[in-house]
């Protein structure tokens, strides 16, 4: 089954999301950073929320009969005393985006932003479509400036059929034999892939897709790989030890968020070690996007 509307759907929806948090990034103000309570100690931003609302208000209008979406976000600490100024800001920011891209010709109100971020509250399940989104992955790099993405996967059956992810730090060449955070290199990057079709690569532009592959390198010692930067995540001392193990000589490329699957889908490296410690907790929405975009050509369960 070929899912060419959800698809273009999936990068218009990503790459708006996109655009606002690499605005939001660049005049990013300490106001815009709110704890959030819980297992998981990463911040939430207006980005974040901003993004979250304009992914589901995309989707939502493309396929308002059979939507849902199990995203990261909620509006409960908005609504609280103190949230109307940053619910304000979300508003403008998502408004803007909408008006650049002259699609929709509305204005969203302030309940409507509300609504949307909570319209991620589904708890999916093996029937039918299901969206998944994380907003901003990776969003401690994106409060330090780093890498960070917005991860959007449809699961139809169970299965993930499609992934975008939008890497708006990523530069467009390989980063292989250079810095991920070169100032050098021109970055932005939407990965895409539909299950059975391969994995694409853009601009976030949108110009100039090429078809992009895994790295050919089969021998470890020539094998360099990825992992997370944040050490909380992930057992750094494992997979020092499994890399050593199978003779892997290169040091680890560590960046933030599912960032890492587009930089493996084109073959900036060749393996990606994660090992989760002790009560850290995976979400559907951490690597749902990034799987298929690795696999491209594989149906996932």
């Keep these: ?39 998981n100690k990463s911040p939430v931003t207006v980005a974040d929320y901003g993004s979250q609302a304009l992914v589901s ?82 969003t401690k790099g994106f409060v330090k400036g780093d ?34 955070h070169s100032p050098n290199n021109e970055v932005g990057c939407l990965f895409f892939a539909e299950v059975g079709r391969g994995t694409y690569m853009q601009p976030l532009d949108g110009s100039s897709t090429v078809k992009v592959q895994v790295s050919a390198v089969e021998n470890p010692e020539e094998a360099s790989f990825f992992e997370s930067y944040e050490a909380a995540h992930s ?3 494992l997979s020092s030890l499994i890399a050593q193990k199978l003779g892997v000589k290169a040091a680890p490329i560590r960046m933030d968020s599912q960032v890492k699957y587009g930089a493996l889908s084109r073959g900036d490296g060749a393996i990606y070690l994660r090992f989760p410690r002790n009560g850290y907790r995976e979400k559907i929405w951490d690597h749902a996007a990034g799987s298929i975009v690795v696999t491209g050509n594989t149906n996932l369960s």
Aim: charged content about 25%; glycine content about 8%; some cysteine.
């Design 1 to 39: 089954m070929a899912y060419d509307k959800e698809l273009a759907a999936a990068i218009k929806a990503a790459s708006l999301a996109a655009r606002l948090c690499r605005k939001v990034q660049k005049a990013l103000l300490q106001s815009d950073v709110r704890s959030k309570h819980g297992r």
């Design 57 to 138: 208000f995309v989707l939502q209008q493309e396929f308002p009969g059979e939507f849902s979406l199990v995203a990261e976000e909620d509006s409960n600490d908005l609504r609280k005393d103190g949230g109307g100024e940053i619910v304000e800001r979300i508003t403008k920011l998502v408004n803007e985006s909408l008006t650049s891209d002259g699609s929709y010709g509305v204005s969203l109100s302030s309940e409507d932003i509300l609504k949307a971020i909570d319209s991620g509250k589904s708890e999916g399940g093996s029937q039918g479509r299901h969206w998944v989104l994380d907003p901003i992955d990776g």
């Design 147 to 180: 890498q960070y993405a917005v991860a959007l996967a449809l699961l139809d059956s169970g299965n993930v059929v499609l992934g975008v992810l939008a890497c708006p730090n990523l530069p467009l060449t390989s980063i292989s034999f250079a810095h991920p």
């Design 235 to 237: 057992m750094h001392d």
